[in-house]
Each structure stands twice: as structure tokens, then as C-alpha cells.
């Protein structure tokens, strides 16, 4: 199986700041890379497909970016409802797998 | 709108056997690879499988971790998505998700459903 490491496992931010979740993989995904945001009780919602395409109603302040094994998430000027779980996710080669997530706060 | 709606959670003894349902809306559901994802609580998801679309044979793909316990199939005509679990393990014990694949990932999920497996 292909190993998603993620990083930080959490971080804390304030309101307006740049953040940047980081993912590597094991192997060489060629940009099979996902990236979900996941509320308190809700399920997952894609932001990302394919390393850098913005899902349809995602803010344009989330980015992502990145080839072979490394990944980023940037979210520019943070805002409150930013607050959640994120996740990505190769989806190169079966059994598609996430990483362990990153927990983000506000400070 | 895409709508996914799981049912058929609950709880159920170890070893014990149980069926996910997923009722979809909102698209053509032929068209689409559905996924079966599961997480537990406080961890990060697990993808199980997918089914194909129509132009791809409707052929199935399992994560090793459940491959022969689950069995993902789909009724076309009902536009349903199901989750067939048996030799069910305390580990089995997540919340279980349904999703519209797009690209590889999955774009529509669906509100989720828990599983327990406890005696």
C-alpha cells in the first residue's frame, strides 16, 4: 500500500494568516492526490482533486500543489469557518489511502 | 442536487453479518464510480472499494483490508448503492460513508452511518 505521511498533525493559525498542510507519499502518486476539509460531526468535503483543481464552490483562497511523492494544501488568509480536519488522499493506486489528518485551529 | 442517503447501521454481534444501503439522487448513477469509505472515530477515513460505472463493466475493487468479508454491489434500476458485510469484527466499528467518485477521489458524500459491532 501506498503510506500518505501528513504533516503537521495540528497547527494553529490566526484569523488572515497563510497556512500550508504538507503530504508525502511513499511512492510517485503523478498528482492522484486529493484534499478534504471534515467539520465537527460532518462528513468529508473534497476541496482538491487532482493536486491543484479547485472542487465547484470552494473558496479560492485553497490551493494545492505539488508532483511525485510531494503535496500541499495552502489556505491564504485564514478565515474562521476554516476551522476543521484535513485530509488527503492518493488515489493513484487500490486501496486508495488517506493520511492521518491535520487538525487546525485558531490561535 | 446530488444527494447520498445510507441506512441499514446498527449494531451487531462479532461475527455477525449486516447490509449498507446508499440511496442516490440528483445525477445519472450509471455514470458514476460509487465508493463504500469508513472511519472511526476520532480517525481518518478508510477507503473499502468502489464499484464501476456502466462503461466500465460495473467490476468491483476492494481495499485487501475487507477484500472477501464485503461485497459492494449497486442496483441500476433502484439507483442504489449497497455495502454487504459479513464475519463483521469489533474493528469493523466506524461510521460508513458512501461517495460519488470524480477523478479518483469522491466529490458527494453522504451524511454517514455507525456501525457497532459489540456483543
Known amino acids: 500500500d501506498i503510506q500518505m505521511t501528513q504533516s503537521p498533525a495540528s497547527l494553529s493559525a490566526s484569523l488572515g494568516e497563510t497556512v500550508t498542510i504538507e503530504c508525502l507519499a511513499s511512492e510517485d502518486i503523478y498528482s492522484n492526490l486529493a484534499w478534504y476539509q471534515q467539520k465537527p460531526g460532518k462528513s468529508p468535503q473534497l476541496l482538491i482533486y487532482y493536486a491543484n483543481s479547485l472542487n465547484d464552490g470552494v473558496p479560492s483562497r485553497f490551493s494545492g500543489s505539488g508532483s511525485g511523492t510531494q503535496y500541499s494544501l495552502k489556505i491564504n488568509s485564514l478565515q474562521s469557518e476554516d476551522v476543521s480536519i484535513y485530509f488527503c488522499q492518493q488515489n493513484y493506486d487500490s486501496p486508495y489511502t488517506f493520511g492521518a489528518g491535520t487538525k487546525l485551529e485558531l490561535k | 442536487e446530488v444527494k447520498l442517503l445510507e441506512s441499514g447501521g446498527g449494531l451487531v454481534q462479532p461475527g455477525g453479518s449486516m447490509r449498507l444501503s446508499c440511496a442516490a439522487s440528483g445525477f445519472t448513477f450509471t455514470d458514476f464510480y460509487m465508493y463504500w469509505i469508513r472511519q472511526p472515530a476520532g480517525k481518518a477515513p478508510e477507503w473499502l472499494g468502489f464499484i464501476r460505472n456502466k462503461a466500465n463493466g460495473y467490476t468491483t475493487e476492494y481495499n485487501p483490508s475487507v477484500k472477501g468479508r464485503f461485497t459492494i454491489s449497486r442496483d441500476n434500476t433502484q439507483n442504489m448503492l449497497y455495502l454487504q458485510m459479513n464475519t463483521l469484527r469489533a474493528e469493523d466499528t466506524a461510521t460508513y460513508y458512501c461517495?460519488?467518485?470524480?477523478?479518483?477521489?469522491?466529490?458527494?458524500w453522504g451524511q454517514g452511518v455507525m456501525v457497532t459491532v459489540s456483543s
Open positions: 461517495a460519488r467518485g470524480f477523478y479518483g477521489s469522491s466529490r458527494d
